[in-house]
């Protein structure tokens, strides 16, 4: 009867990861903290309702989905599971319940000190060795105190029994965290590397476009120059070939930018004010916005944020993302940035326009070279602008509804002063 309910407390609490796997196999989207308390609080009272009971002391493995939600779900998703776990001890009731409660705080906040460090962790297996050394903590409280509490009540006739639970209880602990851990990080490390593969495979995109253009149109350039230059030494000089030379030395310009594009450099990285860039650029296309009857507004708090980038790129880039809006933008539409700092010391930039939108499978191939929305476009300013972001260390995503608008979110890593 002992090993079954733990099978079954093992069984209750790995049905998130079976979850999980069919959204990673679906590809449909999940907000990770509120889907962790919710399943996790499913699981721990499912746990608590099919205990072991000896007395007023009840066995299972309501723990682990509390350390589950602290590590994939974040602090919030933990404390709400164990507030949930708590109320719902309450209403079980017993004897013992003060001591289940301080068990429970004692518990979280071991959890809540300990996930930082869990985050800092490489890899998988130093992560697993972690959290096994972490779940022993709550086993060895509970298997003590409730031994010592049946010693102090003087209730004997339990401690043969409740040894052999102890043990059992010890052994599903420890090895289900350890199983169910190796599970999430196997999958987390898959979806990593599909991740990594399909970002590769936009880049050998952009490698074979660049190096398309370079190929075909420089060999042209070159001659033409060659002759331009011929015709300005000759007897009959042209007033325009100092022009017509100038210009082909700003295409090839663009062309070797094109090249490079696959691989863009920060030649010129410094500490400089967000706010100050992103007026800049909105100052720049205010009258083209104007043009389109588009009103371009910027909110941003009173703090001044830096960051440590190539302030040039960061303009390219923004002045792409806010012109695309723009164009996306029917006439008495509006296009709106906001710049904001977020809980974990980043910089969070949101260009939102009230444009035409975009479904579900445009936005999974936005950022791939020939894909756009105009009637016009090789979709290569959007995926060189993504790149740079990246390069900074940031982050682009999209988030869009078909005739409700788009929202473009730029995460970047904030400079300490």
């Excluded at 370079?214 to 002759?227: M, S």
Aim: aromatic share 10%; glycine share 8%; net charge positive.
């Amino acid at each position: 009867m002992v090993i079954e309910k733990l099978l079954i407390n093992v069984f209750v609490i790995m049905v998130p990861l079976i979850i999980y796997s069919l959204k990673a196999e679906g590809g449909w989207k999940i907000q990770r903290s509120l889907t962790m308390f919710h399943f996790m609080s499913g699981a721990v009272i499912l746990c608590m309702s099919f205990s072991i009971r000896q007395g007023d002391v009840f066995w299972d493995l309501r723990y682990i989905p509390i350390l589950l939600a602290f590590l994939y779900g974040g602090k919030r998703a933990g404390w709400g599971v164990t507030a949930v776990s708590a109320v719902f001890r309450l209403i079980v009731g017993g004897d013992l319940t003060g001591f289940a409660l301080v068990h429970f705080l004692l518990s979280a906040l071991l959890f809540s000190i300990f996930t930082n460090r869990f985050y800092q962790l490489p890899s998988k297996w130093p992560r697993l060795k972690f959290v096994s050394l972490v779940s022993l903590w709550p086993v060895l409280i509970q298997v003590t105190l409730s031994l010592i509490i049946m010693q102090w009540l003087f209730r004997d006739s339990y401690l043969p029994a409740m040894w052999g639970v102890a043990v059992y209880y010890a052994i599903f602990g420890v090895g289900a965290m350890f199983l169910i851990t190796y599970l999430y990080e196997t999958l987390l490390e898959r979806d990593r590397v599909i991740a990594e593969s399909l970002r590769a495979e936009k880049y050998n995109s952009l490698n074979e476009l660049a190096a398309t253009i370079a190929h075909e149109v420089r060999n042209p350039l070159t001659v033409v120059k060659g002759f331009v230059q011929l015709m300005a030494e000759g007897e009959k000089k042209n007033q325009y070939h100092a022009l017509i030379v100038g210009e082909l030395n700003r295409a090839e310009a663009i062309i070797n930018e094109y090249l490079s594009a696959a691989k863009p450099k920060m030649d010129q990285q410094r500490v400089f004010s967000v706010g100050e860039t992103v007026h800049s650029v909105v100052s720049l296309l205010r009258p083209y916005a104007a043009k389109g009857h588009v009103q371009l507004s910027v909110e941003s708090s009173e703090e001044t944020l830096w960051v440590w980038a190539d302030q040039n790129k960061l303009k390219q880039a923004l002045l792409n993302f806010i012109k695309n809006g723009i164009e996306a933008t029917p006439p008495n539409g509006s296009v709106s940035i906001k710049l904001d700092k977020t809980a974990k010391k980043k910089l969070l930039l949101t260009i939102e326009d009230t444009g035409v939108g975009m479904t579900k499978e445009q936005l999974k191939q936005i950022g791939t070279a020939y894909f756009t929305t105009k009637d016009s476009g090789t979709g290569i300013g959007t995926m060189v602008s993504i790149r740079m972001i990246e390069m900074m260390g940031g982050h682009v995503s999209y988030a869009s509804k078909p005739k409700k608008g788009t929202c473009v979110h730029i995460m970047l890593p904030l400079y300490d002063k």
